[in-house]
């Protein structure tokens, strides 16, 4: 017998006074292949914006409207990460394409969410600097964001692909 689960994570949230989401579900092989080459589009992204914000950060190149723009990119990104991690979407799911996504994902699937939130703040605090040209204080939120913005999440949740 066929089940078909629908599960409305935002409604679920409110529903539930928000302290308990539901990672979106996935049902077919070929959308969980497009959704891993998304997600990994998205990643590759972000470390093509980091680049940019360490150029400016470490050899000057750019200007702090680049490297506003590049957080920008991560801000509006990391918002949109839980939705790019339908649950039967982990390493041991998918073999085509490779994932690195760890299972743990969506056994900690609210920590995973606080990870991604960290990313975006970060980013978005990153971004009002630059855009304020405060070049002081923009290492220190650059390494904010690689530190507990990217690191904190694939230490726990990313297994890292050769
Ligand atoms: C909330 C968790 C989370 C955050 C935040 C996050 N990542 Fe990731 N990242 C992952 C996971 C999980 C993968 C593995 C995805 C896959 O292979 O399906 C990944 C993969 C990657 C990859 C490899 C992509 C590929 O083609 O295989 C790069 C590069 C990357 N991340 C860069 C970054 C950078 C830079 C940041 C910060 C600006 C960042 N990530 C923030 C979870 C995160």
């Known amino acids: 017998m066929k089940k078909i689960l629908v599960v409305v994570p935002a409604l679920a949230g409110l529903l539930l006074g928000a302290t308990l989401t539901f990672a979106p579900a996935i ?4 959308d969980s292949a497009t959704v891993v080459h998304e997600r990994q589009q998205l990643m590759k992204n972000f470390g093509g914006a980091m680049k940019t914000i360490g150029g400016y950060l470490q050899g000057g190149i750019g200007t ?3 490297v506003a723009a590049a957080a920008g990119v991560i801000a509006e990104g990391a918002a949109r990460i839980p939705d790019l991690f339908p649950a039967g979407t982990s390493m ?4 085509d394409p490779k994932t690195g996504a760890k299972p743990a994902i969506w056994e900690q699937w609210d920590d995973f969410v606080a990870d991604a939130e960290i990313a ?3 980013a978005t605090t990153l971004q009002e600097l630059a855009l304020a040209m405060d ?3 923009l290492g220190g939120a650059f390494e904010a ?15 890292k692909l050769e």
């Open 135 to 137: 070049d002081a204080a």
């Open 64 to 66: 702090t409207e680049e």
């Open 145 to 159: 964001l690689g530190n507990d913005g990217c690191g904190g999440c694939h230490k726990e949740f990313r297994e």
């Open 27 to 30: 049902t077919q092989a070929e």
């Open 92 to 95: 041991n799911d998918v073999m």
């Open 120 to 122: 975006q703040a970060r």
